[in-house]
């Protein structure tokens, strides 16, 4: 989600694999949320990838990216599907795994936050106890509803014995750059995990709704009124050198909150 410069760098430093990206989404065309885009593109296609990349973003990226490919005479590895953003809520993706939705916020230029839906799988195969107790894995399927098993000879497999708890659903809002507004709190609401930006403490206020910002003290208030589990603060302005104060300034409101911290990885 988003790409700001140095997103490649950044993704070797942490040992991120560019192979395992299928899906990259794009909140606004501001530099810092999408100028690391090119290079990444440019990179996966040097390094030989095959595999289809999708694309969504504002649809003016489209012609930005196909003339850097074009004065380079550049022409990729692998299939870059591009997808136009809708103006509203909209579903982009829909994998076995996990969905994701755009939702419109409310920035200086047209901006989406996404939301990430992880499916539930039901529960999970133990093969080896499976084995063991002569299951066919035809009837892997029907394990994984939570049925139990009856043998031939009569013997009755019970399902605990032979799976595991699946991983369960979880929701992550994802809130781009945005001034305070509960406008999208239908779309979020629920969500196991929010990012949402504070470019500013409370006591600049007025600077964050003049530009499209929001402050601590609102991200707390709207992840309180998504009744999140998890709030991640971001995007601060570089005038802060300590930001201690995010934190503190909206735990008053919001307990569960972190500053997040590049490289640093939060459980949903
Ligand atoms: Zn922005
Ligand atoms: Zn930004």
Not at 93 to 111: G, K, L, N, Y
Not at 172 to 197: N, R
Not at 239 to 261: C, M, W
Request: overall charge negative.
């Amino acid at each position: 989600m988003d790409c700001g410069e140095g997103t490649q760098i950044q993704m070797q430093r942490y040992g991120l694999k560019w192979r395992s990206v299928h899906h990259i989404f794009i909140s606004h065309l501001h530099g810092d949320h999408y100028f690391g885009l090119p290079g990444l593109i440019n990179s996966m296609s040097l390094l030989g990838r095959t595999a289809d990349l999708h694309l969504y973003a504002p649809a003016a990226l489209k012609p930005i990216i196909d003339g850097i490919l074009d004065v380079a005479d550049t022409v990729l590895s692998y299939p870059l599907y591009f997808h136009p953003l809708p103006d509203g809520v909209a579903l982009l993706a829909d994998d076995p795994a996990f969905s994701v939705t755009c939702f419109p916020v409310e920035h200086r230029i047209q901006c989406h936050g996404f939301l990430v839906e992880r499916k539930t799988k039901g529960r999970k195969i133990v093969p080896e106890k499976c084995n063991e107790y002569e299951i066919p894995a035809a009837y892997y399927d029907k394990l994984k509803l939570g049925q139990d098993y009856e043998r031939k000879d009569g013997f009755l497999v019970k399902n605990e014995w032979v799976t595991d708890e699946g991983p369960s659903p979880k929701k992550y809002a994802y809130c781009a750059d945005t001034l305070f507004t509960d406008s999208f709190i239908d779309v979020i609401k629920g969500a196991d995990t929010i990012y949402h930006e504070c470019t500013y403490l409370e006591a600049d206020a007025d600077k964050a709704a003049a530009r499209f910002h929001s402050t601590a003290k609102q991200a707390a208030e709207i992840a309180k009124m998504a009744d999140a589990k998890q709030l991640l603060l971001g995007h601060f302005s570089s005038k802060y050198k300590e930001l201690e104060a995010f934190r503190e300034e909206a735990e008053v409101i919001f307990p569960n909150v972190h500053v997040s911290i590049e490289g640093t990885a939060y459980e949903v």
